[in-house]
């Protein structure tokens, strides 16, 4: 039998789903309220819906959706800046496939690219280095988007054109990280939450160690888990078990075929080499400190932002949007009244609804019939 074969055993979610029913009840009699548990995760956001545990769930407990999608935390003026880039002459955009349809205030790359913008999409940095490397005429700047797990790989790409000798590549990293947000919640008195469902990706780099302040500062328990629906269903089952208990809370590793306490070390010593934190703004929650890595002074000739400086207009958020709101928890997609009305998959209003990984992107396509009827 295959590792996963076990996560994905009907017999097994079903039976596990049944404890969770049971153990969701007396959190609700011991809260006075059901439980409401956050998932910061887009990976988890779209098994979450594909399964319909939210829906099969709602009337034990409440699950919502955080910043956990790095394509929709990217802020309205990061976006714009992406245009202006593309915008210059002899430049090209390289970025993954996402952000090209993401709305920035006045436009999106996607409707750059038709008015005649040279944008292209790679599924690597590497890949963008090559082209650089190939079309020496041309200035490369590609869009580093993305936590702790992508970020390496950008990091190597400026390596690799370093070696290369390259004076036409650059990157412009908009690049987060996930701690910082989770503090900014945990410290937020109108966020109403009881447990975190914490991503595998990232923690895969980062390590479970770095979530221990969620608990001893935040006092709420917190998870690790991974994609598969068993994994998301006994990750609930943990959470509530500690939210019953009157043991401390605690961060467990519910991953633990991928994730090590301390994470990938060598990935980790790649970020610490290329970049360092600088406090960065998130859609919907404004700046974080400390919560975004750029490139460190010795490679500054890879800056994009030192390298061409782009003139870039206050940002303007669409009317009625409410992606900021949503990956905040504060409502999910059936409350913003743009969702799939005005804001549909072939148009998005907001981030959320372009992603794969977006909440309003996985609600429009799994649960919008649920919610409806």
């Known amino acids: 039998m295959h590792i996963l074969d076990r996560f994905r055993d009907p017999e097994l979610g079903r039976a596990l789903l049944e404890k969770v029913i049971a153990l969701a009840d007396r959190a609700r009699d011991k809260l006075g309220r059901p439980p409401v548990f956050m998932e910061v995760c887009g990976t988890h956001t779209v098994a979450i819906s594909k399964a319909g545990l939210r ?8 699950l919502r959706s955080g910043p956990g999608c790095p394509v929709c935390v990217t802020d309205y003026g990061d ?5 202006a880039f593309g915008r210059l002459p002899g430049v090209t955009v390289g970025t993954f496939g996402d952000m090209v349809r993401v709305p920035g205030s006045r436009t999106s790359l996607e409707r ?17 280095v090559k082209w650089a490397k190939e079309n020496p005429e041309r200035q490369m700047v590609f869009l580093g988007v993305g936590f702790e797990t992508t970020a390496p790989a950008v990091a190597l790409s400026v390596a690799q054109a370093k070696a290369l000798g390259l004076k036409n590549y650059s990157v412009f990293t908009v690049h987060k990280v996930v701690p ?29 160690r770095a979530y221990d302040f969620i608990a001893e500062e935040y006092g709420l328990p917190s998870v690790i888990t991974g994609f598969e629906t068993l994994d998301i269903v006994d990750a609930l089952y943990n959470l509530l078990q500690q939210l019953i208990s009157d043991d401390p809370p605690r961060v467990v590793n519910g991953y633990t075929r991928v994730v090590r ?22 859609r919907g929650f404004g700046t974080i400190p400390g919560s975004g890595m750029e490139l460190k002074p010795e490679y500054r000739e890879f800056d994009a932002r030192a390298r061409f400086a782009p003139e870039v207009a ?3 958020i669409p009317q009625g949007c409410r992606c900021g709101d949503l990956l905040k928890g ?5 409350d913003c009244r743009l969702f799939a009305t005005a804001c549909t998959p072939s148009h998005p209003v907001g981030p959320c609804m372009v992603s794969s990984e977006g909440a309003c992107a996985a609600f429009y396509q799994y649960e919008r019939r649920t919610a409806a009827g």
């Open 55 to 62: 829906s099969l769930l709602e009337e034990k407990l409440k």
């Open 79 to 83: 976006i714009d800046a992406m245009v």
């Open 112 to 128: 750059e690219k038709a008015r005649g913008a040279d944008v292209r999409v790679f599924y690597s940095p590497a890949d963008a």
């Open 180 to 208: 910082p947000a989770l503090a900014a919640l945990g410290s937020d008195p109108e966020m109403k939450l009881d447990g975190l469902i914490l991503p595998g990706h990232v923690s895969a780099i980062i390590g479970r």
């Open 261 to 282: 306490e301390e994470g990938n070390v060598r990935a980790q010593e790649t970020l610490d080499r290329f970049f360092q934190i600088a406090d960065v703004s998130w």
């Open 314 to 316: 206050a940002p303007r």
């Open 330 to 334: 504060k409502l999910t997609p059936r």
